[in-house]
């Protein structure tokens, strides 16, 4: 399509890009997943990261324990997982707490005997601003939510699954981490995901415990979207591939990263991203102008 022709209307995502498709097995795995909720706008399969990633990691075989602050949210989770809803348990938690994530990774090592994958999930954007009008309180309750909960996880996530021979943690960070991205809060808290990632690789790494860390663009999910026909064309055309990326597409990169095909991979960190993270904005201009997105 030739932008000069205006923006298409259609959904721009095919159907079949918005359901599970990885074939990885992940039996015998019990992993966390951390803001698996999904808000009530959401409707499946259009959901979230977290929700993603809960759902694709019970299909694929593993005992995933979803966790989010509110109780509802969970619900329309679990409502979706179908064939694999026995592998799925709810956990309501504030990953701010630390009494929270300790009675979590407690609870689910009770129910299951083990602990093998974290998802730290859980992230906010906050009021977005620069350094000179961020308010101490936002950049305090985006640094909470999105880094020191991953902090506050893995304390208790991690000795788990020492016990149990190792595991393998992902955090979802976001390529604001690694380019301008205009909330300064919600980049530092995601470039400091990177670093505690590579610090907890290396001081883990002889435990047998692998850190990932994941960097989604900007895929097309309610919170980090808006779906109206201009946001869908600028999100396809900056990706290197034409197309849009959703949160399955995360969710897969987690699951690879999660399972056992990944056992010598750690400290690395992955845009799931079209592409879009490594050409430069003079590079795409001509895309952004000119169309040449992929069906
Ligand atoms: N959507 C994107 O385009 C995009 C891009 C880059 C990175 N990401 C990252 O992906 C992650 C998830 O995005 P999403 O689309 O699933 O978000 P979402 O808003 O759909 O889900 C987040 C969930 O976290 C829960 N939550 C919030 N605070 C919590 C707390 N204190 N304790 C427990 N649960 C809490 C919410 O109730 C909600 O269900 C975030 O870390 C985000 O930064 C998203």
Known sequence: ?????????TNRVPEERWTPTGTLRLDGHVAIVTGAGSRSDVTFPKVGVGAACALNLASAGAKVAAIDIDPHAIDRTMAWAGDSAANLIPIVADVRSQVDCARAVESVVDKFGALTVLVNNVGIVGTPGTVVDTSLDTWRSVMDINLT??????????PAMVANGGGSIVNISSIGAIRGFGSTGYAASKGGMLSLGTSMAYAHGRDGIRVNTVLPGHVSTPMGAPSTDEAELIRLRGSMLGTEGTAWDV?????F???DAARWITATAIPVDGGASM?????????????????
């Open 251 to 255: 969710a897969n990169a987690v699951a």
């Open 1 to 9: 399509m030739n932008a000069n022709s205006g923006p298409r209307v």
């Open 279 to 295: 050409a430069t904005g003079l590079a795409m201009y001509k895309y952004m102008n000119s169309g040449q997105e992929q069906p």
């Open 257 to 259: 990263l999660g399972s």
């Open 149 to 158: 909960s991953v902090l506050l996880m893995c304390k208790y996530a991690i």
